[in-house]
């Protein structure tokens, strides 16, 4: 099993930034991808970015404004959420990939106009 908490969500304007953070804990061996997925009211959860050992993606509406990145010891992932824009606005979610993916509880990101 791994557990994830994140922090970080909150409320901003337009064009402010935002930082989350996501800690795993637990079966984190089992561990291949962490990222952050969002879901909009009314709209199904969409990947935001994701990030290996080797390699990062990221959805195209956030490419340029928006970075993940990992501790060394790769337990936390990060997300830096720049130039925000009310779009942005929905519940982020942690989620680990390996055996099984897992989520972490959600937090909300308002940016308004």
């Known amino acids: 099993q791994v557990q994830l908490v994140e922090s970080g969500g909150g409320l901003v304007q337009a064009g402010g930034s935002l930082r989350l953070s996501c800690a795993a804990s637990g079966n984190i061996f089992s561990i291949n991808a962490m990222g952050w997925f969002r879901q909009a009211p009314g709209k199904q959860r969409e990947l935001v970015a994701r990030?290996?050992?080797?390699?990062?993606i990221y959805a195209d509406s956030v490419k340029g404004r928006f970075t993940i990145s990992r501790d060394n010891a790769k337990t936390t992932v990060y997300l830096q959420m720049n130039s925000l824009k009310p779009e942005d606005t929905a519940v982020y979610y942690c989620?680990?990939?390996?055996?099984?993916?897992?989520w972490g509880q959600g937090t909300q990101v308002t940016v308004s106009s």
């Open positions: 989620n680990t990939h390996g055996v099984r993916d897992y």
């Open positions: 990030i290996t050992s080797g390699s990062t």
